[in-house]
T-cell receptor
Framework: DTGVSQNPRHKITKRGQNVTFRCDPI?????LYWYRQTLGQGPEFLTY????????KSRLLSDRFSAERPKGSFSTLEIQRTEQGDSAMYLC??????????????FGPGTRLTVT | ELKVEQNPLFLSMQEGKNYTIYCNYS?????LYWYRQDPGKSLESLFV?????AVKQEGRLMASLDTKARLSTLHITAAVHDLSATYFC?????????????????FGTGTLLAVQP
């Protein structure tokens, strides 16, 4: 396993269309995070999963956004009725979490979304 | 709400010079991370600082953490062009949730470092 992978790497879509991104974490990692990064800014937390359970969602995650992690493996992030403001880099990260054990999040290459 | 501020936002420096990037955060946290990002690329982990007084060094970069001052520094020694990138600090935005600690990362705005020959 070489790391976190994301597909597609780039997505161009028209406003109003739905898009879905996929993230495959490092295999032994039980936590998976989604972040969004706009140009010139640091990544912002969107949501995270521990195994298959989605445990927290940011207020940035509007009703048009939905994320799943069936069976605690890969995750998908879907955006419905895309808007130009959704244009950003969507980053996925994974980590192994157990109690207070120090951990590190490993990031995937990201999916760059452009909404025209 | 936890906030993370970095300064400077942009740093142009000559090869061979030394400089420091500062990262201040607004609430108690004892876990801080430094990442590097090249244009159009994802984030590469540089340092994980887990306690007050922690200092880590890798090549020309050295990071330190002062949890009492809520301050981390990234020191660059004898800069070379290959260090040109955007550097982010991120604080562990620990929140207790019914599923356990969230440990979401709260990032600073980044410091764009340009090393000139």
């Amino acid at each position: 396993d070489t790391g976190v992978s994301q597909n597609p790497r780039h997505k161009i879509t028209k406003r109003g269309q739905n898009v879905t991104f996929r993230c495959d974490p490092i295999s032994e990692h039980n936590r998976l995070y989604w972040y969004r990064q706009t140009l010139g800014q640091g990544p912002e937390f969107l949501t995270y999963f521990q195994n298959e359970a989605q445990l927290e969602k940011s207020r940035l995650l509007s009703d048009r956004f939905s994320a799943e992690r069936p069976k605690g493996s890969f995750s998908t992030l879907e955006i419905q009725r895309t808007e130009q403001g959704d244009s950003a880099m969507y980053l996925c990260a994974s980590s192994f979490w157990a109690s207070t054990v120090p951990y590190e999040q490993y990031f995937g290459p990201g999916t760059r979304l452009t909404v025209t | 709400e936890l906030k993370v501020e970095q300064n400077p936002l942009f740093l142009s420096m000559q090869e061979g010079k030394n400089y420091t990037i500062y990262c201040n955060y607004s609430t108690t946290s004892d876990r801080l991370y430094w990442y590097r990002q090249d244009p159009g690329k994802s984030l590469e982990s540089l340092f994980v600082l887990l306690s007050n007084g922690a200092v880590k060094q890798e090549g020309r970069l050295m990071a330190s953490l002062d949890t009492k001052a809520r301050l981390s520094t990234l020191h660059i020694t004898a800069a070379v062009h290959d260090l040109s990138a955007t550097y982010f600090c991120a604080v562990d935005g620990y929140t207790q949730n019914y599923g356990g600690a969230t440990n979401k990362l709260i990032f600073g705005t980044g410091t764009l470092l340009a090393v000139q020959p």
